[in-house]
């Protein structure tokens, strides 16, 4: 009995060491863009920032700027201290940035699409065929819409996310990627992650409409999702085929532990939801844990970017470093799968994720985190944020944090 009282206690106090460390954290990291990223002249933000602030390319990349914008408005809506009127007036400007430039025509008649990229006054200067600047914009849409109340900003959400849905599951041609002879069409698990992730967003708080309306996608998603735990269950591969069968050669064997990490807090989210005990358990039995045991670098600490699945190199000259975001994924991860089942053991990974990363990627002298660590843990890439790190998997995975251990706190005895 008192060894269990002792050892309450003292997980007690690391709930609140964390916490408090983590509240700082994302206090700093708010500061460093609402600081540095505002482009008071064309609105939007600037991304590209080093380490003390300065803007290095004034390039405006679409999924950086409607991930800005989902930040400032879920910050706004759901944390009373970030009930600023400058956190709502930057993502209102962010927003009317990317309504006025980020679409762009398909073309001959076809559906609009999201730029990926562009000039600091807003002139298209690339786009990708594929979907994620236009989930990007739903995002930042419906949750702007949330903020301001604003009906025609839900509705344009809704309407953009049918057009997301035609190109993934009906005919997407109109993308503009031709079909050529030797590709195998793929099952790449950033689609239906990306999917289900606007599924949550769109139906939150909105009621047994929204979810009917949303149902089979969100169900088709958690399948797809599925189909990426091959070798018997031993481990998660990044592409299968459409029938969910492993592909051959490097594309194949691809693993990506931080995606699969993320994937996993994903589906404890849906299994909540819906109280599904045996999605839970496959979530982080298969999407939590194995990715941590295959990405863990045993002799350095941290997560490595890619792996082979047999063991080769992978192909990626980045495969060993170590990145922000999936250490940001594994602490969501673990967290809420501890919050949900209170097994110690996931705890403890949390605490093992939190001490690499805590010591690792935050900047003490300047602010924010960095983004790009060497396999060994030394910094290789300085900048604060560049065309893909900004303002979303730090402050996502800080406020996500903060806010289980408020509930787990709450709820000890």
């Known amino acids: 009995m008192r060894l269990t009282a002792l050892l309450a206690n003292q997980n007690q106090f690391s709930l609140e060491g964390w916490r408090e460390r983590i509240r700082k954290e994302l206090d700093n990291t708010v500061d460093f863009w609402l600081k540095y990223s505002h482009d008071t002249t064309h609105g939007g933000f600037f991304t590209c920032i080093g380490r003390d602030g300065k803007v290095y390319d004034e390039l405006k990349y679409v999924w950086l700027q409607g991930r800005q914008v989902w930040m400032y408005c879920r910050l706004y809506r759901t944390m009373e201290r970030f009930h600023k009127p400058e956190i709502l007036e930057a993502a209102k400007a962010g927003g009317a940035f990317l309504r006025k430039f980020a679409r762009v025509s398909g073309g001959s008649g076809g559906p609009w699409k999201c730029a990926f990229c562009l000039t600091r006054d807003g002139k298209a200067l690339k786009v990708q065929r594929t979907v994620f600047s236009e989930c990007f914009y739903i995002m930042a849409m419906d949750e702007l819409s949330r903020v301001t109340g604003d009906k025609d900003m839900q509705l344009e959400a809704e309407q953009m996310m049918e057009q997301v849905i035609y190109w993934v599951r009906v005919d997407s041609s109109s993308l503009g990627r031709p079909q050529l002879p030797g590709e195998v069409p793929t099952n790449s698990m950033a689609v239906p992650m ?10 939150e708080g909105r009621g047994q409409e929204a979810a009917q309306k949303y149902g089979d996608l969100a169900s088709w998603c958690v399948q797809q999702i599925l189909q990426h735990i091959q ?101 969501i991860a673990f967290l809420m799968a501890y919050n949900q089942t209170k097994k110690p053991q996931l705890l403890e990974r949390f605490s093992q994720v939190y001490e690499y990363t805590f010591s690792h990627f935050p900047d003490a002298k300047s602010g924010e985190w960095f983004g790009y660590l060497t396999q060994e843990g030394k910094v290789a890439l300085d900048f604060k944020g560049g065309p893909f790190k900004g303002f979303f998997h730090v402050p996502r995975c800080l406020y996500m944090c903060e806010r289980m251990l408020d509930d787990l706190l709450a709820n000890s005895d």
């Open 194 to 203: 990306m999917l289900l992730c606007l599924v949550q967003q769109l139906t």
């Open 231 to 331: 070798r018997d269950g031993t481990a998660i591969l990044e592409n299968v085929s459409l029938e969910g069968a492993e592909l051959p050669g490097c594309q194949g064997r691809l693993q990506n532990p931080g995606h699969a990490l993320e994937a996993g807090w994903f589906l404890l989210q849906v299994s909540g939801e819906q109280q599904d005990e045996e999605l839970q358990r496959t979530a982080i039995n298969k999407f939590v844990e194995l990715p941590y045991q295959d990405g863990w670098d045993k002799e350095h600490g941290g997560l490595f970017y890619f792996l082979d699945v047999d063991g080769h190199c992978p192909t990626q000259l980045e495969w060993n470093m170590k990145l922000w975001w999936p250490h940001c994924e594994a602490l």
